[in-house]
């Protein structure tokens, strides 16, 4: 990346002042070596959001920050609606609330590399995954509406999953404020055979071991073992969540003018949280993020019914879930005063701190877990949340494309790439191998130099790393 | 039509997902060849069966929301009907588009697709005439 303008402040943290229309400076969150592999995109988008209005304290950007749709993934910016502040839906993305959830297995690698292929044929036949694929349960009308309305407990409530899940996902499995009658019948008719869906891409279900662990104290706190085998569960809102994207994107492009907004990048397409279009997008990108909840959650008991044939004494407790792509409305300190905020997260996690209110009991003392996913040849994290955190209490979210999937595809062969993980003792099931190429670990940044630098930024701690056993991907 | 609908659409590189672009002696064909490449994306059009017909219709005067709305149509129908398309055809006239794509319902194991797309973006969205007159539509696709 083109480093004129921009100045290191810390260790791991680079500021370009607000220049021109800018109207807070923008942070970089990466060590130089990361920082110097961005794209020129990064920066430019950075700024750009630098630019709207009612952004409170400055646009960020996080380690596995690279080039976007008028945000950066990666980036992290808040809004006060008492100030004019706007809500984007290019600051969420398409992919509404995707997210990853670990759960716990009890389990030792042993015993689980010992049935490695049948656990492998179980999921891959029970959770429907890719492009062509459908979910068992037909969701539409009224009870799709109070799926939107009620998310991951929607699902609980309809036997999929326990009460004691929704104590371990963000708003305790459910955003308020959800608006069903703000989403498109286009949107709702997408969604009808996809509940319990995958999706396809960088979309996945792992079975990892757990490798090292950073911090003993809150591997403890957190439940994981240094040798157990967990479960991660990466995928979003599916076709319902792209459609909403999709829709207001498009409509904030065209209402842009009215409001008087003038963005340097026109998906950054935005309204005034106040406005009626404001609260329409929010009202149905929460019950994008719902839907998402809910998806996760119907994947979670499959999952659980394809452990229970093949390794019955498997426990899978569900550790935490994180949502990716989301604004939430929080309270935050700035300069001393609390104010209420409109956090965009786009490619970036929520990462409360200790002692926070929303967090559960059990896990208030040490901080919100994040999951952060890694390639499937190379290990994923899980850190904590740490008070005084300087972007919002967000951190990272995963690797980062470091390729294009075009080069990716030319560079490997996805045959190639499945056999040298096997002989690694990494089993890979996708129906395309094309699909495989493109999603090569030496596609995505370096995870551990993407982690580590979350951690000197003061973004967030390492907990412990996790490498793939077996990755199911569609 | 597009009769061979991989022949005038192509794929160009993006950092996270991939461009489309179609060209054509009309926006109409250009907007025939870049819903191709939309196939390609996913998977090898020539695999895919123009059995059943799906119509379409937006509506607008700017070329490059038109062609943002074409392709985003696409993609709610192949999600909503699990179908794949293979051949289309354009006609623009009158402050709107009608369209008609030609394809059959996915069928994983022959058309092994790569990936879902989730939708168009406006990044790269270009609908112009180049020097020699052809028509290009292009965009970047959120996969």
Redesign the interface.
Known sequence: MERSGWERRAEAVWEHPATGRMRVPAVIFASEELLDAM?D?VAEQACNVATLPGIVKASFVMPDG????GFP?GGVAAFDPAEGGVVSAGGV???ISCGVRMLLTGLDVEAVESVLEDLADVLQAGVPA?????GAIVVKGRELDELLREGARWAVARGYGVERDLERIEEGGRVPGARPECVSD?AK??Q???VGTL???NHYLEVQAVVEIHDEKLARAFGLRLGEVVVSIHCGSR?LG??I??DY??EM?TAARGFGIEVPD??LACAPLTSELGRRYLGAMRAGANCALANRQVITHLVREGFRRVLPEASLDLLYDVSHNTCKEEVHLVDGSERRLFVHRKGATRAFPPGHPELPEDLRAAGQPVIVGGTMGTSSFVLAGRSESPAFASACHGAG?SM????ATKTWHGGKIVAELRQRGILIRS?????VA?EAPGAYKDVEAVAEASERAGLARRVARVRPLLCVK? | MSEDPGARGE????????GIRGRGPTPAAAFEAAAGALTRV?TDPSLVKPRDVVEIQVSGEDPE?LF??WI?AL??EM??R?M?FSRFEVEIANGGLRGRAFGEN???RR??????V??????CLEVRREPDGVWLAQC?V??
């Open positions: 794209d995109k690279h080039w976007g749709y993934i993305g398409f992919d890719g492009v062509g694929s459908q286009k008719e997408r009808r055979r996809q999706g396809s891409g076709g792209h459609q994207g999709t994107l498009k492009v026109r998906e494309r294009s999937r075009h080069k129906p395309s191998l094309r699909g493109e569609g | 794929l160009f590189p993006h950092g996270s997902d991939i996913i929301m943002y709305d985003n993609v709610a999600s909503a699990n794949l996915v069928d994983v058309h092994r697709p790569a990936v879902e989730k939708g168009a973006t406006m990044t970047v959120d996969v």
